[in-house]
C-alpha cells in the first residue's frame, strides 16, 4: 500500500500465498480494502483486508459443494456491502449486493440470463452502470440502487462496450465501444438527458471501415441437440457465386469470440471474398456455467462434434460454398484445429494450426490429435514459437513429420525469437503474408 503523494510511503499490507490476487476497491472510510482470489475460471473468493493491520477476512466461504465466481466488487456508498458480479446459485454472472453484516446475497438481475461482465457505481451510490456481455454483444445498462429498477439506455452502436466509468457529477458516464468498424474508442452518455457523444475516431490507416462487413450471430444444432452459437462475417456483395469459408476457432479453452475489430482479417473478406466464421463451440465462457464445463476431461470430443456441426449447417446456405472450407485457430484453437483435421479430413480442405498442442498428457492420450495425424491428406500449415513457453516447438514438429509421411502437403513456419504466438510486427506481417498465400493455394484454387 502507498500514498501516491508519498513514495516513502510503500509498505507491505499482507502476505497472499499463491497467484490470481486483485484489489478491487477501498470502503467509503479507506479502512478496508476489497480483494479478490481467483482460483480457476469459475471459482473465486473476495476477501475483507484491514488497511491499517493486514488483517484478512473470509468474505464469502470456502469448502462448498458447488464452485462459485466472484468478480468486479465495489463498497456502497454507506460502506454497509458490496455489489459484485457472481454465480452463486445461478448459471450466469448477475449483479449482486451483499450484506457485510450477514453475508446475505440479494440478486438484482435475476430477470437477465446473461453474464453480467463489468459494472460500475456511481459516485453519490444511487446509479450502477453494467455490461452484460450477451450472446457476445455487450449491451449497457442503468439500474437505480433505491428502487431496484432498470433506466432506459439509449441505442448504442452493436459491439462490445468496456471500461465503464462515471464522472465526479454523477450523471456522465464513459465507456468504451470496439465493434466491426471501428476499434476501441471512447463515448459518453449523459443518464439525465440521454445524449451519447462519441470523444474519439482512432486510427485505422487510412482505410474507409463504413464498408466493412458487419458480424451476423448465426446458430446451429449440434450433434446432441444443442444450439452453438458463433459469428458470420459474409463477403461485399461484389463477389459472386458461393463463397469459400474460413472456420476460425478461439483459444482458451475458456474464451469466447466476440464481435470486435477484425483488422487485417478484413483481408480475406474484402479482397479475397472469403466468409469467415467464428465459432464459440461448447466449453466457451458466456453461455452459462454448464456449457463451460461442457468440454472437461473426456467431454472434450463433444466439442470437435460442433464444429462438425458447423460443417453441417454451412451447404444449408446459398451462398457459402461447402466443399472449399479452412479451419484455424491459435493455442487451443490450435489443437482443436488438428482435431478437426484428423476427425474430419474429408470435409475440409485444408487447415492452419497455430501454436496448437498435439499431444499434450493434459488433452488425454485418446483424443490427442498426434495419434491420429495419419488421418491427415489435405494441406496443412503448422505455425509455431521456438520459444513457446506453453506449447514446446516440438509438438507442432512431429506433427509436420508425420503428416508429411502421409504424403500430404505441409507449410512449416517457426520463429526463432518468438514464443506463444508471433509478437513482433515483422514476424506477425511475415505470418500474415505466408498464410495469405498458402489461403490463395489450397482454399481459392
Known sequence: VTDPADAKSDHLLAQLQGGGWQALDWSPDNRKILVLEEISANESYLWIVDAASGEETLLTPKGGATKISYQGG????????????????????????????????????????????????????????????????????????????????????????????????????????????????????????????????????????????????IHWKSWDGRNISGFLYRPPAKFTGKRPVIIDIHGGPEGQYRPDFLGRDNYYLNELGIALIFSNVRGSTGYGKTFLALDNGFLREGSYKDINSLLDWIPTQPDLDSSRVLITGGSYGGFMTLAVATNYNDRICCSVDVVGPSNLVTFLERTAPFNKAKNITKPLFVIAGKNDPRVPASESEQMVKIVRQNGARVWWLMAKDEGHGFRKKKNRDYQFYATVMFVKEYLLK
Not at 456511481?122 to 456481455?133: E, H, P, Q
Not at 429498477?149 to 465503464?164: H, N, Q, R
Request: hydrophobic share 35%.
Open 74 to 217: 465495489r463498497f456502497s456508498k454507506d460502506g454497509k456491502g458490496i455489489y459484485v458480479t457472481t454465480d452463486k446459485d445461478s448459471e450466469f454472472h448477475r449483479l449482486a449486493y451483499i450484506d457485510l453484516a450477514s453475508k446475505a446475497h440479494s440478486y438484482l438481475t435475476s430477470n437477465i440470463p446473461w453474464d453480467v461482465d463489468e459494472l460500475a457505481l456511481s459516485y453519490d451510490g444511487n446509479l450502477i452502470a453494467f455490461v452484460t456481455n450477451e450472446d457476445g454483444f455487450g449491451i449497457l445498462h442503468l439500474l437505480d440502487t433505491k428502487t431496484g429498477k432498470e433506466k432506459p439506455v439509449p441505442d448504442l452502436p452493436k459491439g462490445i462496450v468496456s471500461a465503464v466509468r462515471w464522472h465526479k457529477n454523477n450523471h456522465d458516464l464513459a465507456f468504451e465501444i470496439t465493434s466491426a468498424r471501428s476499434t476501441s474508442d471512447v463515448y459518453s452518455l449523459d443518464v439525465q438527458s440521454g445524449k451519447v457523444e462519441r470523444w474519439t475516431y482512432s486510427e485505422t490507416g487510412g482505410l474507409n471501415t463504413a464498408n466493412f462487413s458487419e458480424p451476423e450471430l
